[in-house]
């Protein structure tokens, strides 16, 4: 019971400090305010259908992430040091430009969006480039190659919660993309604009710190493997 109990602990632990980073990088509610002034022109229904759409491949594009990305690093002969602190040098400085940007600078880049869209196929957008740069971006698979790295795989018990919160995660955060997209229309009107602006800036804020643990994790193991290595 107590071995369950951990395990049972354990599993919760890491589906929530992979949750609450990749939401924090994915940010599905600013997301959803994006899709929404990208998809105007579609009715209702052809939203919806979009939406069901992009969780699901963003619930792909996480799954392959979380699960072959270690394996990647082994390919190209990448230390997990340096990716942590690379990928958290990358999310934190995401969430500095986030953090810092004018928010007539971001009304700018969302409304040159849409026009690129007015032709496109529903199936096609659905993809590229709703969920890939937009949903799911490099932050976000960095982020979910450095949870990879993470975790140690010492036993059956290990290799099994590993990989039960790797879907649990995926699952979340796709889940949570498609509620905030479908719900784009009345999140936008019930926010308006000075709370969609302070979403954002929290969501960054958050994302900045996320970052800057990441990055100190990967220093820290990169000292730690420096003294083990001395005589």
């Not at 199936?123 to 740069?133: D, K, N, S, V, Y």
Request: charged residues 10%.
């Amino acid at each position: 019971m107590i071995i369950d109990g951990f395990l049972v602990a354990t599993l919760l632990s890491s589906w929530l400090f992979g949750y609450s980073a990749l939401i924090s990088i994915i940010n599905p509610p600013a997301g959803a305010l994006i899709f929404q002034s990208m998809t105007q022109w579609l009715t209702a229904q052809d939203r919806a259908r979009l939406a069901r759409a992009i969780a699901l491949n963003s619930f792909v594009v996480l799954v392959v992430a979380l699960f072959l990305g270690s394996h990647v690093l082994g390919f190209f002969g990448i230390s997990l040091e340096a990716l942590r602190i690379a990928g958290g040098l990358a999310v934190a400085v995401a969430g500095w430009r986030m953090l810092n940007e004018e928010p007539e600078a971001a009304q700018r880049r969302d409304a040159r969006a849409p026009a690129a869209l007015d032709t496109a196929p529903i199936e096609r957008m659905a993809f590229f480039p709703l969920t890939l740069p937009l949903t799911t971006g490099p932050g976000s698979i960095a982020a979910c190659i450095a949870l990879s790295a993470e975790r140690r795989a010492s036993g059956v018990g290990d290799v099994l919660v590993n990989g039960l919160s790797s879907v649990l995660i995926a699952v979340s955060v796709a889940a949570s993309v498609w509620i905030a997209y479908a719900n784009a229309a009345a999140l936008a009107r019930r926010l308006g604009p000075q709370g969609t602006l302070v979403a954002s800036k929290l969501a960054a804020f958050l994302l900045l710190c996320i970052g800057a643990q990441i990055m100190l994790t990967g220093a820290t193991d990169a000292l730690r493997a420096v003294g083990a290595a001395r005589p």
